[in-house]
Nanobody, 125 residues
Framework: QVQLVESGGGLVQAGGSLRLSCAAS????????MGWFRQAPGKEREFVAA????????GYTDSVKGRFTISRDNTKKTLSLQMNSLRPEDTAVYYC??????????????????WGQGTQVTVSS
């Protein structure tokens, strides 16, 4: 089993920045790609960003390209999401996720096996 714990969420004004972190523990040697998804009230959980095991391959949903940066530190077993130029539409619960199925940065939710409990990000206008 793998445990994922997110932190760093909060309330920020539009145009501001936040940095989300995810700490992994347990059998992390069984996981490869990692990613961030988000879920706004009344909406389905959607892909935000993903990163391959090596960190060389990353992917982003179009609405966050140029504003968000995903990174990982395999030595420290952490995943991060730097979010700049935040918009009210970025408001959601953000979830960290890890895959045992792929080493590549995939946007498909069914490629991921472990999920954190989520951290709330609220962007005020």
């Amino acid at each position: 089993q793998v445990q994922l714990v997110e932190s760093g969420g909060g309330l920020v004004q539009a145009g501001g920045s936040l940095r989300l972190s995810c700490a992994a523990s347990g059998r992390t040697d069984s996981t490869y790609a990692m990613g961030w998804f988000r879920q706004a009230p009344g909406k389905e959980r959607e892909f935000v960003a993903a990163i391959s095991w090596s960190g060389a391959d990353t992917g982003y949903t179009d609405s966050v390209k140029g504003r968000f940066t995903i990174s990982r530190d395999n030595t420290k077993k952490t995943l991060s999401l730097q979010m700049n130029s935040l918009r009210p539409e970025d408001t959601a619960v953000y979830y960290c996720t890890a895959s045992t199925r792929t080493t590549y940065a995939r946007p498909n939710k069914d490629q991921y096996d472990y999920w954190g409990q989520g951290t709330q990000v609220t962007v005020s206008s």
